[in-house]
């Protein structure tokens, strides 16, 4: 998948300037439809380092609603997290209904840091694959929108952005041993990502690649994805309401056929309960009047 994606595209200031503030706004307003519609929504940011997921996170948090969106940073297990399976600690902050998820590194660590530093053992990020296969299958069943990122750059744009990173106070701390172990290595972490890709991306969690050497176009690219999986959820949930039983919105839906089956239901124990000679306390009552 990586081999098709062209690194070159971009998206000029002016053009920018005029539909990245107006894709923030149709964002932000989704936000609310989803809240509304009990519509969950998870995000994986996945990426080399050095691709840009930062400056990604920080143009959603700049217009979403934090009261409805949480932010996930990629850390090291705890050790009672390590006591559980390694989906654990993300299934417990899964978001509520209506709410918005984003994991900046996510459970496609067990495939890839775990995986390339020799962190697990093969048999381990080997069975991983079926694991997460099952547990997106999961998410999608239960209706929450998943939607993955991978930020791709090159090599080249890796080594530039890590050397302009170390003229800046600010983003020097960064740049760490690991980064340009990383960076020699490359074509191996990029056959490691071709495989997690190719064996994770199925009709129902489905990958994104986001050409990153331009942020102005992954930052589009990202708004854009984001936009039509949310708006195609809530025309699926639009059109199936009952889907999701525990929600508002189906209760109010099946309202009318759930009061029919109960009088169906009351009907038939009144019935059977007489001709077993066993009449019910109330239709005693009634036919003593």
């Not at 998206?11 to 439809?33: I, T």
């Not at 050095?50 to 969106?69: A, E, W």
């Not at 080594?159 to 983003?171: A, N, P, T």
């Not at 050497?213 to 999986?229: E, G, N, P, S, Y």
């Amino acid at each position: 998948m990586l081999e098709i994606a062209d690194l070159k595209k971009k998206v000029d200031a002016e053009s920018y300037g005029r539909s990245f503030p107006k894709l923030q706004e149709q964002l932000r307003g989704l936000q609310y439809v989803a809240r509304d519609a009990e519509t969950a929504t998870v995000i994986v940011l996945e990426g080399w380092d050095g691709s840009g997921r930062g400056n990604i996170i920080k143009h959603l948090t700049g217009r979403l609603d934090p009261r409805l969106f949480r932010i996930y940073p990629g850390t090291a297990p705890s050790p009672l997290e390590r006591r559980h399976h390694f989906l654990w600690r993300y299934q417990a902050k899964l978001p509520d209904d209506g709410e918005m998820a984003l994991f900046d590194h996510s459970w496609y660590g067990r495939v890839l840091v775990e995986r390339m530093d020799k962190l697990v053992p093969k048999k381990m990020w080997q069975a991983a694959y079926d694991q997460i296969n099952e547990f997106e299958r999961w998410l999608a069943d239960d209706n929450q929108v998943l939607v993955k990122f991978w930020l791709h750059i090159s090599k080249k744009e890796q080594k530039k952005r890590f050397e302009k990173f170390l003229q800046d106070k600010r983003l020097a701390f960064k740049v760490t041993k690991e980064y340009w172990r990383h960076n020699r290595d490359y074509k191996k972490w990029a056959e490691a990502v071709e495989e997690m890709l190719s064996k994770t991306d199925t009709p129902h969690a489905p990958w994104t690649i986001v050409e990153a050497t331009d942020m102005r176009w992954a930052r589009v690219k990202v708004f854009q994805v984001l936009i039509q999986r949310i708006e195609e959820a809530l025309a699926r949930r639009k059109g199936a309401p009952e889907a999701v039983s525990r929600t508002a919105v189906a209760k109010a839906a099946t309202r009318t056929a759930r009061k029919a089956q109960a009088t169906a239901d009351s009907a038939r124990a009144h019935q059977e309960a007489a001709q077993a000679g066993m009449p019910l306390e109330e239709d005693i009552k009634a036919t003593s009047v």
